[in-house]
């Protein structure tokens, strides 16, 4: 079975700052896809970044980017400049590309992060 | 261009009484996804469907729980009998198409259970 993990529960960064979340995920597919979903304190799910495990190239979205490190099978998230409205939980989630579980996304426990003024 | 509504937003409910929660994709979008999340937990899935079909719904429990997504309307999931263990945050998701499409998800249903 797939499974996510997030190592971290909190983390806290000051205003302005750089901060990484970790992921590492267990899977044995080749092929996948990596997503970062944000749930601040309305607890909607937002969409981060996503990242195919087929592209080599790590996802950019403006301050955020990951470290996606295929055979390691992790999958960070940085985020430059870190604003109040950063403050959230972070969660991580995998997909897969293909089998009877195509669709479902798993998701790791997620991460807490605060941001200091 | 309205993004994935869910209603209603909380739903309070005594123990063995009906709980049905709705959700309408993003326009477009023919693939529906709930998931549950308990307290202080990440979303955990619960059922895959369709237009008119039942995908995956694998991770949903066997008793008391059903979902729909009619050809015309929202997607319903359905509990019957509730009791306090189904306190929790339901959210609905919406996608083009498989794992390739980015799922997107709605505000979540807060489900109470007294």
């Known amino acids: 079975a797939q499974t996510v993990t997030q190592s971290q529960p909190e983390m806290s960064v000051q205003e302005a700052e750089t901060v990484t979340l970790s992921c590492t995920y267990d899977t044995s597919e080749s092929d996948y896809y990596l997503f970062w979903y944000k749930q601040p304190p309305s607890r909607q799910m937002i969409l981060v970044i996503r990242?195919?495990?087929?592209?080599?190239q790590n996802a950019t979205e403006n301050r955020f980017s990951v470290n996606f490190q295929k055979a390691a099978k992790s999958f960070s998230l940085k985020i430059s400049d870190s604003q109040l409205g950063d403050a959230a939980m972070y969660f991580c989630a995998y997909n897969r590309d293909r089998g009877s579980t195509l669709g479902r996304l798993y998701f790791g426990r997620g991460t807490q992060l605060t941001v200091w003024p | 261009n309205a993004g994935v509504m869910q209603n209603p937003r909380h739903l309070v409910r005594r123990r063995g009484q009906e709980a049905r929660l709705r959700c309408s994709p993003m326009?477009?979008?023919?693939?529906v996804y709930w998931y549950r999340q308990l307290p202080e937990e990440g979303l955990k899935f619960m059922v895959y469907?369709?237009?008119?079909?039942?995908?995956?719904e694998s991770g949903m429990p066997k008793e008391r729980f059903s979902a729909e997504f009619p050809k015309e309307g929202p997607s319903i999931l359905r509990i019957q009998q509730v009791v306090r263990g189904d306190s929790a945050a339901y959210f609905c998701?919406?996608?083009?198409?498989?794992?390739?499409?980015?799922?997107?998800f709605g505000p979540g249903t807060r489900l109470l259970v007294l």
């Open positions: 326009k477009g979008h023919s693939h």
């Open positions: 998701a919406s996608s083009q198409g498989q794992a390739q499409e980015t799922q997107y």
């Open positions: 469907l369709q237009k008119e079909n039942i995908i995956d």
């Open positions: 990242q195919e495990a087929y592209k080599q």
